[in-house]
């Protein structure tokens, strides 16, 4: 059956256009301005906003993290990204120390197969670098895994500068990509020691022992590694003005180097970690909530086109989970929601509140990441012979982000009474109705998703 959007806007990465989309079999058909179709079913998108469906480069289902398990696995967690106008999610499959790379995706695919609402794909999360991994990555690339996460903390997935420049070599050479997680695990530690000595246990702590300093360190120090490499690199959920210098001495260098942050660091500012009681515990995340100035300085390198993805880090724990940590800030799983809030947060504070246009909007949430992690145009944009993926965004609704009201499996929003504007009134996943303002209509028919090489972006 073929369906006809008729009346809306169509946003590409490059323009907006009154245009009208037939689409049929899951696959876009036409693009155009008053298209006639007598066998299409007609649905009038007259005043909304079609974007590309929505990409979350950065999720963590079902991940066994901190002594636990995220509260949201693959089931929960895609019904709530769906919900908000995410049609497809990346989420980093893990390699456990003593795993090949393929025994680590088969894990993630056994969590994910036959689980999913919408379409997945995963990224490798490396913790244990030796020759046979090495040999595995050209066979793991041209399955359709492109992309990889290195991490410069945490112990049980530290890599250390000789193993990071190492892979990004080998990265080069076999056509993939690595995101890092940077931040100086040395320091970390260092200042924990130094809180926990003055016996500051408490939720506060956890801001002191992450300053910008640490992002920047690490950021710094992974760009000179990639430089040697002669590699791009991906910086992953980036939270600081400091952290963004580093990156722009880099550019100036010529390096390639591309950006993600998060909602949290926009909407966000370190006084969460003040709250009363342990009300602050939802906000524990790494890298931490920055200043204020931090914040205002992430907007603006959004207008600027300086950050190139925003994703969501989407780490969910209820607050029972967050409460291991109630008499020692070190034991507080670090990680909140996001993929259900996402694309409402981003129209109603970027669009309409912070000057990005919807054409930003469309390449930070859909262009871009798509680009990046090597599914355009099979997905990131409408257009003929693309995925029939689009959110129908009704740029007029009003409404209040709550618990009560969320997907998530998760008892607790971090949102809670933010007012918004703009609500992904359709969803359309392969052409089929598959959400209708908030409520997933079309459960577990998501497909997992190879990929191509990635996509040099400008």
């Not at 780490?315 to 967050?322: D, E, I, N, V």
Request: net charge negative; proline share 4%; glycine share 8%.
């Amino acid at each position: 059956m073929k369906t006809l959007l008729k009346g809306g806007t169509v946003i590409s990465g490059s323009k907006a256009v009154a245009a009208d989309v037939l689409m049929e079999d899951g696959t876009i058909l036409a693009v155009e301005q008053e298209i006639k179709d007598e066998k299409a079913d007609i649905i009038d998108v007259s005043g909304r906003l079609l974007f590309p469906g929505f990409i979350d480069a950065h999720t963590h289902f079902d991940l066994h993290v901190a002594g636990t398990v995220t509260a949201d696995d693959f089931e929960s967690g895609t019904r709530a990204a769906l919900a908000g106008g995410t049609t497809m999610i990346i989420d980093f499959a893990t390699q456990y120390q003593g795993e090949s790379l393929h025994q680590a995706l088969d894990n993630w695919h056994k969590k994910a197969d036959g689980n999913a609402s919408c379409d997945y794909g995963f990224h490798l999360a490396i913790s244990d670098w030796n020759h046979s991994v090495s040999e595995e990555l050209n066979t793991i690339i041209s399955e359709g895994v492109t992309s990889f996460k290195l991490y410069m903390t945490y112990d049980e997935m530290y890599m250390a500068d000789k193993k990071i420049y190492q892979i990004l070599k080998r990265l080069k050479e076999a056509g993939g990509i690595a995101g890092v997680h940077c931040e100086n695990k040395g320091i970390i530690e260092a200042l924990v020691e130094e809180e926990k000595a003055k016996g500051n246990f408490s939720v506060n702590a956890h801001k002191k022992t992450r300053p910008a300093a640490v992002e920047a360190e690490a950021a710094g120090r992974l760009l000179k590694i990639a430089q040697v490499a002669d590699c791009p690199v991906i910086i992953v959920h980036l939270s600081s003005e400091a952290g963004y210098k580093e990156i722009l001495y880099a550019r100036e260098r010529g390096q390639k180097v591309y950006v993600e942050t998060c909602p949290q660091y926009l909407i966000f500012n370190e006084e969460v970690y003040d709250l009363p009681g342990f009300e602050g515990s939802k906000y524990v995340i790494s890298p931490t909530i920055k200043k204020e100035s931090d914040r205002q300085r992430l907007w603006e390198l959004l207008k600027a086109d300086q950050i190139q993805t925003v994703s969501t880090d989407h780490c969910s724990f209820t607050t029972a989970q967050k409460g291991a940590g109630r008499d020692d800030f070190t034991k507080i799983p670090n990680g909140m929601p996001g993929v259900e809030a996402r694309p409402a947060l981003m129209y109603s504070f970027g669009v309409k509140k912070n000057g990005l246009t919807a054409e930003q909007m469309c390449r930070l949430l859909s262009e871009n990441p798509a680009k990046l992690y090597g599914v355009y145009p099979k997905k990131g944009v409408i257009a003929p012979g693309s995925d029939a993926d689009i959110v129908v965004l009704n740029p007029d609704a009003r409404w209040t982000m709550s618990a009560e009201n969320q997907i998530a499996n998760v008892d607790y929003c971090p949102f809670e009474g933010i007012s918004v504007e703009g609500k992904a009134e359709l969803v359309f996943l392969k052409g089929r109705l598959a959400a209708e303002n908030g409520e997933v209509l079309l459960e577990k028919t998501g497909s997992y998703v190879p990929r191509n090489r990635p996509m040099e972006l400008p």
